[in-house]
């Protein structure tokens, strides 16, 4: 627990610095393409057409281009996606069950991860998300099958070894859950400038197949 908790603020801590950087980032962009626009006009006062002017007019006009897109960015990453998935309440079993903590896991990281989807690139969280939320809900099914076990009256004889097992599996499915929460947290408060995030696909597609691997063997 202290070690997701450690994650938590970390990710956090990514995150609010890289809102910090896309706001600045917008308004230096801004400032600058402010700068060429007054610079083309001071040019433009002049009698013809110069060189130098259309140079300064283009480079303004991929300026204020540049200004729109760190505006956009900074937009998304600090006010959030308005498609924020939303993360239904459900029903925890009795603190003595053994599937209590690790629920209690799922529900926490479950939140932590429809924050980060919120503010990664739209072609890589969807996906992300739908196959999460997926799994969480089959994760919720095989506690189930742990919560009707405990309470049989007469258990078989080999009751405590499938009740092992059923626990044993729904640790794994939890843990797999919570890496692909830490990898989405870990590309969620990257610099969108920064070489290593134009990997977040294929590392959030890793995290998300082995989550999905690891679902479907649950029943087996």
């Known amino acids: 627990m202290a070690g997701a908790r450690s994650s938590g603020a970390s990710a956090q801590h990514r995150l609010a610095r890289k809102r910090s950087l896309s706001r600045r980032g917008f308004a230096y962009r801004l400032l600058g393409a402010a700068g060429l626009i007054a610079l083309t006009a001071e040019i433009g006062d002049l009698p013809g057409l110069e060189v130098t002017e259309i140079a300064a007019g283009l ?87 742990i919560t009707v076990l405990e309470n049989r009256s007469h258990p078989a004889d080999d009751g405590q070894d499938t009740l092992d097992r059923l626990a044993s599996r729904l640790r794994e499915g939890i843990s797999a859950y919570e890496r692909l929460t830490d990898t989405a947290a870990e590309l969620a408060g990257q610099d969108p400038g920064l070489p290593a995030a134009t990997d977040a696909g294929p590392r959030l597609a890793d995290a998300t197949d082995a989550l999905v691997g690891l679902i479907r063997g649950l029943a087996s």
Do not use: C, M
């Open 59 to 145: 480079a303004a006009l991929v300026a204020v281009f540049g200004a729109v897109e760190a505006g956009v960015r900074a937009f998304r990453i600090n006010l959030g996606s308005p498609a924020k998935p939303k993360v239904a309440a459900s029903e925890l079993p009795p603190q003595s069950s053994r599937a209590y903590a690790p629920l209690v896991r799922l529900a926490s990281r479950e939140r932590e991860l429809a924050g980060h989807v919120a503010v990664l690139p739209a072609e890589v969280a969807a996906d992300t998300w739908r196959h999460a939320d997926a799994a969480a809900r089959e994760l919720r099914t095989h506690a189930a099958r």
